[in-house]
């Protein structure tokens, strides 16, 4: 077997880019399905068909970073679901190194946020085969107004962010990093970096699940699957798996 393909080794990144796409995370879903590589970032000046989370509009006008990447699986590889932590680990260290001037943490299961809540950042993974598709936007020059949630920007947090095309090379350097982490030493190794970064234990939550139900708790940290721990009014913890978040 090719050294590159190792246990634990990664793909060097490689980057294309586009002035305009409906989606970098659609784009490159249809190009995994005819072979692309593992280690493809795909990145687009905008788009005007982003989604976010649960089939929610994502606004992409230029200036801003909109991009994705392939992963791969492999056979060893740990669960496809916990790449959703690997992103947001890699995210945060790249804003953590582009922003250095800007407190931000994470919320489950890979929002990055201002320290006061406002949203930075979104991810979406997206399968297809053996191929995962890795979509990022990153708020770096402007970011949405009068929505229901509050978000915002590096430039309007007093950064000076990067261009969109050296942003992405930074995130993916981040990625890559923290893709051999997860190959190496297995999904409990992120998911403990994930709650290094995440906002603090006894942080409010709000939980809406799937089904409807609306859960009020505190946050007691991830379980070793990376399911949020909901501490209930009645001391009891509640493990989340699949549901929107927010913090009270």
Known sequence: MDSLCGKG???KPTFEEVALTG??????????????PEGLWLRADAQDGGRGRLGRDWESPKGNLFASTI??????????????????VAVFDAVRHMAPEVGIA???????LTIDGAKLCGILLERTGDAVVVG??????????????KVSDLLTLGATPPDAQS??????????????????????AIVRQWEAHAHAR????????????????L???LDDSGALQLRLADGSIRAIHAADVFLI
């Open 106 to 112: 994470l919320k489950w299961p890979n929002d990055v």
């Open 202 to 217: 006894g942080t409010g939550l709000s939980v809406a699940l799937p089904d409807g139900e609306y859960l009020q708790g």
């Open 71 to 88: 992963v791969r699986l492999r056979e060893n590889d740990p669960s496809p679901a916990s790449l959703a932590f690997v992103a947001a």
């Open 9 to 11: 080794a990664v793909l």
């Open 136 to 149: 990022i936007g990153l708020n770096l020059v402007w970011h949405p107004q009068n929505l229901d949630r």
């Open 167 to 188: 942003a992405v090379e930074i995130v993916a350097e981040s990625f890559d990093r923290h893709l051999g982490t997860w190959r190496r030493s297995g999904m409990i």
């Open 23 to 36: 989606s970098t995370n659609a784009d490159l879903l249809s190009r995994a399905v005819h072979g692309a």
């Open 219 to 221: 946050y007691a940290g």
